[in-house]
């Protein structure tokens, strides 16, 4: 939203552009110190809320946190002003009517028309504080710019005869931006927890997965918490996260994805289509919105609309990508878990269904630990559901693919409950219809061997392909190639010996080596239902 008009009355001479000032403006031409208009402007929406059921009002708590001067935009400053004057004098909140009116009288042009969008302006009450803090921090930074440019001009100008006052003053307006912006005026949530159920003895009722239904009824994904799915790639990641995102729309609900890995809006309109949703559904930016940013600025502006907007779904794609746009190293625990909180936790507090998508380590060893490329902290971050997807068959155009989804993590145990432990099931694709695909997601019998215990029918051809590439290897060399846990492989190679289609042979020093008698395909075990 953009506004123009005559100067405002208050704060800033200029209705749509930076205040100016010389001693700020000039080393700074065509840059615009830091703000956040969208979040300004849920915060006055928020200020049109109806008060809560105790009676308090979210400008009365807003109040504590900012003040007219913290906004960027003078014309948001104008209606901050106008709507606590006339709170101060009626003694009850003003709604949309009430405050237009009391606009209307300055005869503001930007602020009719700022106000007059404040109706149709989409924002959770519930996150007014956050916004807030937002506007309040960007505030702070401003002031912090003002003052490193001053020093900067008196290095410029090399005036030494300016340090001395200049650096009194700067110290007093730093002293004061702590003060302002220090914890006596900070009111955001402690996180103290409500313990009050004990008293009854009976714990909350924990709230179950609600998107990507399985056939049976249950669902993969949590609303409100930060889901995770990883995977090698073309494994059907993205599919599976894209199909709760129609899943939302066809239920009346909104979708929203982030695709840093640069798929392509028409790509991803295409996928959409051939997995059901709707044109108008994709076309209409009220159901869906598609952001692809190019740098962290971008990232960062489109993660706070979708907070303000909470859609029902959101699609990250791909973490793998995310991190270095944010200048984060991948390994570093402690920049990832501050960029997730500022990334994905936002939405996921919101109320949205977040799903992050990311790839599976190359390595062998890595790949057996459980977590995606990169550091534990992908996996700590997680509080709902974190999927490790297997593509026993790819998913390809004309073709059928069938994916394994294994639970590496469920924060509330919720998901396992309906598993019955860590299969989550098999991800059906099939795409031999022209302009469809159509999905499910099923639970296989699953496969068993003839003693009853579990047929590890993936580890199984893995381990039979690399045999027959790689004659009389060792089971060392095997589990280093596979990528699976050393028990794992041991219990595989020692079927596919029993069964006939590998050969244990002597080697050198008591080494036992392999070779292959017949290839082993899961497609055409007995053991498996088609």
Known sequence: MTYDGPPSRHLHPVDDQAPFDPDYDRPNIGRRPPQDQAAEQAILAALLATPDPDGTHPGDRLRQIIDAADFYWPVHATIWETWHDLHAAQGVPPDAVTLNAAILKTRDQAAIRAVADLVTTTANPALAEHYATIVRDLARLRVVSDLATGLNQIVTNADATQVDAYLGEALQRLDETAMRFGPTTHTTSTGLADLTWVLGGQPPAAVPPVWCRRADGTALFYAGRHNGVFGDPEGGKTWLAQVAGVEALHAGQTFAMIDVDHNGQDHTAARLLLLGARPDQIADPD???????????????????????????????????????????????DEIT?????????????????????????????????????????????????????????????????????????????????????????????????????????????????????????????????????????????????????????????????????????????????????????????????
């Open 338 to 530: 501050a960029a997730l909180r500022t990334i994905v936790m936002p939405p996921a507090k919101a109320g949205s269904c977040v799903i992050s998508v990311d790839h599976l380590p190359k390595s062998a060893e890595a790949r057996t630990t459980g977590y995606a490329i990169g550091g534990t902290a992908k996996k700590r971050a997680v509080d709902g559901a974190y999927l490790r997807v297997e593509a026993r068959q790819q998913p390809t155009p004309g073709g059928i693919g069938r994916i394994t989804l294994r639970i590496e993590k469920d924060r509330t145990g919720e998901l396992r409950k309906s598993s019955g432990g860590g299969y989550a099931g098999t991800f059906t694709l099939d795409s031999t219809q022209p302009h469809v695909t159509t999905w499910s997601i099923g639970r296989d019998e699953i496969p068993k061997n003839d003693d009853g215990t579990f047929r590890k029918t993936v580890l199984m051809e893995r381990i039979s392909k690399y045999i027959e590439d790689h004659d009389q290897c060792t089971q060392t060399e095997i589990v280093d190639a596979v990528g699976s846990k050393k028990e794992w492989v041991r219990d595989a190679i020692n079927v596919l010996v029993s069964e006939g289609y590998v050969a244990r042979i002597d080697g050198a020093r008591r080494a036992k080596l392999h070779h292959s008698i017949a290839p082993y395909r899961q497609t055409e075990d007995d053991h498996v239902q088609a």
């Open 287 to 333: 159901r869906f919105r598609y952001y692809e940013p190019e740098d962290s600025d971008q990232l960062r502006a489109a993660v706070t609309e979708i907070t303000r907007l909470a859609p029902a779904v959101v699609v990250i794609d791909s973490l793998g990508e995310v991190l270095p746009m944010l200048g984060v190293k991948s390994v570093d625990n």
